[in-house]
């Protein structure tokens, strides 16, 4: 299982990278086209909603009540009972997602309202920040049917995966990147407001993403016709299980939706400041934590419908050691390095030293969470596989009240900033209590082995960081070239990438740390 699980990891992390890589150019087209001025908050904020909703029936509550059922009926071995299950869910999660669409898009005004209050209260007063309400109603409009589409590519992508054809999902988002791009690039010129090009490629790009799985589901055999089962047996199943699991695993998503409401009374920028910093977050969460976590739930569900829980805690240990493998120098990288990065990947045209300065700030703040984002996405499935979702909602409420407290208390001294602090330390009570209860129910306790592990991986990181402050040049920087400054950037991440991987082995990292001990 083991090798399975590092193979199909490694797909799904290469797919990840492409995807990741072209969604930084994507944002590198946009940083240029509207920097942090008040178009770029719009666009973000009218991106984020549907975005938001999206994680919640297509990858997030909807993929960890489905896989789990989805496992059990394809261990009957009974292809025509998976098809009947495939089209009843398909038939029911496709119009609820197509009526919910609509609403969006005839309601846009009263979203825009909902999370854009600041901008509302001034379009209410006469103020000019009205205008970015205006623009956000109209945006949504465009991009709320978005949600439609990707809800069913999610269901098409879930089905690949439980059949372990990783490659197909992770490659999907790469469609979307490169619709926004053509659209900024081509289609933006001949628009009044060059945001409206952005809204069109999200739109676009949900349809691509959804046509591009279909071939995959016909080879499959899967490709069937929808059809309403809202009282079948396993759609009665997976629903039951995905009502408490909106709130368990998109809780992250709440948070963030709850800053930008805070966010939209602060400065012009906040909002282009949080997204552009959350955006090189997403990165290595994307590449390490989601595509770990991406391959461990469906062989968790088969651990548990096989009923072999030691193997299913040495999955879960598995799938620790190597987010923490990951992640912790991620997260000293990404916080020691994160104006010089910025402003390599992003500053140019309209997108300045002052954004790149700002964006920063966020940046520092959202990477001391970046490990509990990740540890969240491995140990929530820890629960779904077993078709526990009320105990991760229960978490998820508490740490969703937290963060709102957080939030309120952080904002005031630190603006946007105490934004992703808060959101850092809501994620971090989210992964303690998730973990403690698992090692409390007697399903997992991290093992020797990984506790020694975690300890060298904490001590190459810290010596990796002492390098990457030692190379800093300070202000000097800045007045470099781009081209020097690439350069520059490139040497400190091989050099400390370098440090961190001889670090390792000095300290006793070997071949059987890889191994999961799985079934």
Same mark, same amino acid.
């Given at each position: 299982?083991?090798?399975?699980? #590092?193979?199909?990891?490694?797909?799904?992390?290469?797919?990840?990278?492409?995807?990741?890589?072209?969604?930084?150019?994507?944002?590198?087209?946009?940083?240029?086209?509207?920097?942090?001025?008040?178009?770029?908050?719009? +666009?973000?904020?009218?991106?984020?909603?549907?975005?938001?909703?999206? @994680?919640?029936?297509?990858?997030?509550? !909807?993929?960890?009540?489905? #896989?789990?059922?989805?496992?059990?009926?394809?261990?009957?071995?009974?292809?025509?009972?998976?098809?009947?299950?495939?089209?009843?869910?398909?038939?029911?999660?496709?119009?609820?997602?197509?009526?919910?669409?609509?609403? /969006?898009?005839?309601?846009?005004?009263?979203?825009? *309202?909902?999370?854009?209050?600041?901008?509302?209260?001034?379009?209410?007063?006469?103020?000019?920040? /009205?205008?970015?309400?205006?623009?956000?109603?109209?945006?949504?409009?465009?991009?709320?049917?978005?949600?439609?589409?990707?809800?069913?590519?999610?269901?098409?992508?879930?089905?690949?995966?439980?059949?372990?054809?990783?490659?197909?999902?992770? !490659?999907?988002?790469?469609?979307?990147?490169? %619709?926004?791009?053509? %659209?900024?690039?081509?289609?933006?010129?001949?628009?009044?407001?060059? =945001?409206?090009?952005?809204?069109?490629?999200?739109? #676009?790009?949900?349809?691509?993403?959804?046509?591009?799985?279909?071939?995959?589901?016909?080879?499959?055999?899967?490709?069937?016709?929808?059809?309403?089962?809202?009282?079948?047996?396993?759609?009665?199943?997976?629903? $039951?299980?995905?009502?408490?699991?909106?709130?368990?695993?998109?809780?992250?998503?709440?948070?963030?939706?709850?800053? $930008?409401?805070?966010?939209?009374?602060?400065?012009?920028?906040?909002?282009?400041?949080?997204?552009?910093?959350? @955006?090189?977050?997403?990165?290595?969460?994307?590449?390490?934590?989601?595509?770990?976590? $991406?391959?461990?739930?469906?062989?968790?569900? @088969?651990?548990?419908?096989?009923?072999?829980?030691?193997? &299913?805690?040495?999955?879960?240990?598995? =799938?620790?050691?190597?987010? %923490?493998?990951?992640? #912790?120098?991620? *997260?000293?990288?990404? /916080?020691?390095?994160?104006?010089?990065?910025?402003?390599?990947?992003?500053?140019?045209?309209?997108?300045? *030293?002052?954004?790149?300065?700002?964006?920063?700030?966020?940046?520092?703040?959202?990477?001391?969470?970046?490990?509990?984002?990740?540890?969240?996405?491995?140990?929530?499935?820890?629960?779904?596989?077993?078709?526990?979702?009320?105990?991760?909602?229960?978490?998820?409420?508490? %740490?969703?009240?937290?963060?709102?407290?957080?939030?309120?208390?952080?904002?005031?001294?630190?603006?946007?900033?105490?934004?992703?602090?808060? $959101?850092?330390?809501?994620?971090?009570?989210?992964?303690?209590?998730?973990? +403690?209860?698992?090692?409390?129910?007697?399903?997992?306790?991290?093992?020797?082995?990984?506790?020694?592990?975690?300890?060298?991986?904490?001590?190459?990181?810290?010596?990796?960081?002492?390098?990457?402050?030692? @190379?800093?040049?300070?202000?000097? &920087?800045?007045?470099?070239?781009?081209?020097?400054?690439?350069?520059?950037?490139?040497?400190?991440? *091989?050099?400390?990438?370098?440090?961190?991987? +001889?670090?390792?082995?000095?300290?006793?990292?070997?071949?059987?740390?890889?191994?999961? /001990?799985?079934?």
């Amino acid at each position: 299982m083991s090798r399975k699980l #590092i193979k199909s990891g490694l797909i799904v992390s290469i797919m990840t990278l492409l995807s990741r890589v072209l969604g930084l150019i994507r944002d590198v087209v946009v940083a240029r086209l509207m920097g942090d001025g008040a178009a770029a908050d719009v +666009f973000f904020f009218a991106n984020k909603i549907p975005n938001f909703l999206r @994680r919640l029936f297509a990858e997030g509550a !909807f993929a960890q009540a489905f #896989i789990p059922v989805l496992t059990e009926v394809h261990q009957n071995d009974d292809k025509q009972q998976l098809r009947e299950f495939v089209a009843k869910v398909s038939g029911t999660l496709g119009a609820i997602v197509f009526v919910v669409s609509l609403i /969006g898009v005839v309601a846009s005004p009263v979203l825009a *309202a909902l999370f854009g209050t600041g901008w509302f209260m001034a379009w209410l007063q006469g103020d000019e920040a /009205g205008d970015k309400f205006i623009l956000a109603s109209t945006m949504l409009k465009i991009t709320f049917p978005y949600l439609a589409f990707i809800s069913l590519t999610g269901l098409a992508g879930a089905i690949l995966n439980t059949l372990n054809k990783f490659a197909v999902a992770a !490659f999907t988002p790469v469609l979307l990147n490169v %619709c926004i791009i053509i %659209c900024a690039i081509f289609l933006s010129p001949s628009l009044s407001q060059p =945001a409206y090009a952005l809204a069109w490629g999200v739109f #676009i790009g949900g349809i691509v993403q959804f046509l591009f799985q279909l071939p995959f589901l016909f080879r499959a055999g899967l490709l069937v016709k929808p059809k309403w089962g809202w009282h079948d047996e396993n759609v009665v199943k997976v629903r $039951t299980l995905m009502i408490p699991a909106l709130f368990g695993v998109s809780v992250g998503q709440i948070n963030l939706l709850f800053d $930008t409401f805070i966010a939209s009374f602060l400065v012009t920028g906040s909002i282009s400041w949080l997204y552009y910093s959350d @955006r090189l977050l997403e990165f290595p969460l994307g590449l390490f934590g989601i595509a770990i976590a $991406t391959v461990i739930l469906p062989a968790l569900s @088969r651990n548990h419908v096989s009923k072999n829980p030691k193997a &299913f805690a040495a999955n879960i240990d598995w =799938a620790f050691r190597m987010v %923490c493998l990951l992640g #912790i120098p991620a *997260a000293v990288g990404l /916080g020691v390095m994160a104006r010089p990065i910025l402003t390599v990947i992003f500053q140019r045209g309209a997108f300045t *030293a002052e954004t790149a300065t700002m964006a920063s700030y966020s940046l520092t703040a959202y990477s001391f969470g970046l490990l509990s984002f990740m540890l969240v996405k491995v140990l929530a499935p820890g629960f779904y596989s077993r078709q526990d979702t009320k105990t991760p909602v229960k978490f998820g409420i508490w %740490c969703m009240v937290s963060n709102m407290v957080f939030n309120v208390i952080l904002a005031i001294p630190f603006g946007y900033i105490g934004l992703a602090i808060a $959101t850092s330390m809501s994620a971090t009570l989210n992964a303690g209590l998730l973990y +403690f209860t698992l090692h409390k129910q007697g399903v997992f306790a991290l093992s020797r082995t990984s506790v020694l592990f975690i300890v060298r991986v904490i001590v190459a990181s810290t010596a990796m960081g002492a390098l990457i402050y030692y @190379r800093d040049q300070g202000e000097a &920087f800045f007045a470099l070239s781009l081209s020097t400054q690439m350069v520059e950037v490139g040497l400190t991440i *091989a050099m400390s990438a370098m440090l961190f991987i +001889f670090s390792m082995v000095v300290l006793g990292m070997r071949p059987r740390h890889f191994r999961s /001990g799985g079934e």
